[in-house]
């Protein structure tokens, strides 16, 4: 279901800014729907893994029907592995989170690490097939603009989806 729900989000909205501006990277400014979407999965999934991990790779499939340019296999890549560690290591930690009520923060520094860490795998996946000069020029003129953007960004969904997860609790309990 998030997996859609960040696929239809990523048609209607996450390309346009691109589209309008020709700017490569400048969707990031849109992550807080994402991140809102992937904390409430994250903290309904309860800390069971793989999960996430299927959602990650489910939503990678939908979007390369967007386009298959080589650079779209490439991010699909990135954020299949990031997904895996986010899943992987995260995880492990919610039980304890849990236990000492501060979900909140689990899903804050999950979001957090998340965000940071999906435009550096992207550049890690594409030194590995376009030249490093463009690749690194490239990343180091988007990202420091855009970095304290992402970064807020994921701290507001986080807590945002944080929100969402504790009403969607109540309705079921």
Do not use: C
């Not at 501006?21 to 990031?28: C, H």
């Not at 994402?34 to 994250?42: E, K, P, Q, R």
């Not at 550096?120 to 953007?149: D, T």
Request: glycine share 6%; hydrophobic share 60%; aromatic share 18%.
């Amino acid at each position: 279901m998030f997996a859609a729900l960040n696929f239809v989000f990523a048609v209607l909205i996450g390309q346009v800014p691109r589209l309008i501006t020709g700017i490569p990277g400048i969707g990031y400014i849109f992550n807080i729907f994402y991140s809102i979407t992937i904390t409430v999965a994250l903290l309904l999934y309860e800390g069971r893994k793989w999960r996430f991990l299927i959602q990650a790779i489910i939503f990678a499939l939908l979007t390369l029907v967007l386009g298959a340019s080589p650079i779209a296999l490439l991010s699909k890549i990135s954020l299949i592995l990031n997904a895996f560690i986010l899943d992987f290591v995260f995880n492990n930690f919610y039980p304890s989170f849990q236990k000492n009520d501060k979900l909140v923060w689990w899903a804050i520094i999950g979001q957090v690490y998340y965000w940071t860490t999906d435009s550096l795998w992207l550049v890690l996946v594409s030194l590995l097939f376009y030249p490093w000069k463009g690749v690194i020029a490239s990343w180091s003129v988007i990202m420091p603009i855009l970095l304290p953007i992402i970064v807020i960004e994921a701290i507001l969904g986080g807590y945002i989806g944080y929100k969402i997860y504790i009403r969607v609790k109540d309705i079921q309990s």
